[in-house]
């Protein structure tokens, strides 16, 4: 089991920058799991955001976030983050950290996370 918690969310104007982050709980296997941020905007379903690999090596991103966001972890303090800048009203929305099963490689599908942050909310007025 895997126990991840989000913080970092807030309220931002239009252009500003936020940087979420993630930590396991007590997992002295962090660097096992491939991580991953989703969100979910009021009214829509959950969508991927940006993905990592267990060593940090390899990333990914949805289109919409591609030169805005950055992914990025540190094995030694068992946490992920998220950088954002360039936010935009339309990246309102409650974001969440995920685990994938241990070992898997890195993955966009939703069904391929079991573990689930509770959510940080991230709100950009504008």
């Known amino acids: 089991q895997v126990q991840l918690v989000e913080s970092g969310g807030g309220l931002v104007q239009t252009g500003g920058s936020l940087r979420l982050s993630c930590a396991a709980a007590?997992?002295?296997?962090?660097?096992?799991?491939?991580m991953g941020w989703f969100r979910q905007a009021p009214g829509k379903e959950r969508e991927f955001v940006a993905a990592?690999?267990?060593?940090?090596?390899?990333?990914y991103y949805t289109d919409s976030v591609k030169g805005r966001f950055t992914i990025a972890r540190d094995n030694a303090k068992n946490t992920v983050y998220l950088q954002m800048n360039s936010l935009k009203p339309e990246d309102t929305a409650v974001y969440y950290c995920?685990?994938?099963?241990?070992?898997?490689?890195?993955?966009?599908?939703?069904?391929?996370?079991?573990?689930w942050g509770q959510g940080t909310q991230v709100t950009v007025s504008s």
């Open positions: 990592i690999s267990r060593s940090g090596s390899s990333t």
């Open positions: 007590s997992e002295r296997t962090f660097r096992s799991y491939g």
């Open positions: 995920a685990a994938p099963s241990r070992f898997q490689a890195i993955t966009t599908i939703e069904s391929d996370y079991p573990y």
